[in-house]
């Protein structure tokens, strides 16, 4: 049981987590702006959308998955970086190292590690157990 544990932690760290921060940090050199939140919600599953100015036209973009703020309310001014190329995606100023999702990502990796220590030592606890009893 604790393997199968290890395994889902480690994948949501793996596949999930660290892709989405780092979707996240490539935002670094995008074009920063003011902008407001649009939508809240669950920031962390990309529930949220900013509204700003680009190009002179009026954007309303998504924050991404793994996006902070959701405690936030709807008419907050926040600072946020896009692609210029693109700017229906944008990342907020204060998730650029990662957000949530490096916070996540590395929660679920300290927790698979954490598992796998307990499931070696349940392992080596069992192997003593087994040699004791056949002495």
């Known amino acids: 049981m604790l393997l199968s544990l290890t395994l889902v932690s480690g994948v949501v760290s793996l596949l999930i987590m660290l892709p989405a921060a780092k979707h ?17 919600g669950s920031c962390m599953l990309g ?6 100015r680009a190009d002179g036209r ?11 703020g959701g405690k936030h309310e709807v008419g907050t001014r926040t600072t946020v ?6 700017p229906r995606e944008a990342v907020r100023e204060d ?29 080596v606890q069992t192997l003593r157990q ?5 002495s």
Request: net charge negative; charged share 20%; proline share 1%.
């Open 58 to 68: 009026r954007v309303v973009a998504d924050l991404p998955a793994g996006s902070g």
């Open 24 to 40: 996240l940090r490539s935002f670094q050199d995008g074009e920063q702006t003011t902008a407001t939140l649009h939508t809240s």
């Open 47 to 52: 529930q949220c959308q900013v509204e700003f």
């Open 95 to 123: 998730d650029l190292w990662g957000g949530g999702a490096a916070v996540l990502a590395v929660l679920s990796g300290g927790l698979s590690l954490l598992l796998l220590l307990m499931s070696a030592m349940g392992l």
């Open 81 to 86: 970086r896009y692609d210029a190329a693109d």
């Open 130 to 134: 087994r040699r004791a009893d056949a």
